[in-house]
């Protein structure tokens, strides 16, 4: 089963950024984090979405 969340470390891998960089994003307004207890998760659901918003904006910039 595949799990709905990620650590914070396992987004920038999957991302394919550093640590750190995932952190900055994680302090975004609307970038995918679910505070449980002391843990930051993101939704990989919401990362994939996330990313997919971000693709196409940077597309839609190179056209206009």
């Known amino acids: 089963m595949e799990k709905l969340t ?3 470390r396992e987004a920038a891998e999957v ?3 550093s640590t750190r ?3 900055e994003l994680a302090k975004v307004e609307g970038f995918p984090t679910i505070k449980v207890g002391k843990r930051l998760l993101v939704s990989r659901k919401g990362l994939e979405r996330w990313v997919e918003e971000q ?3 940077a597309i839609g910039e ?3």
Do not use: D, E, Q, R
């Open 21 to 23: 960089y995932m952190y």
């Open 15 to 17: 991302v394919g950024i």
């Open 6 to 8: 990620l650590s914070i």
């Open 55 to 57: 693709t196409a904006k």
């Open 62 to 64: 190179n056209f206009t």
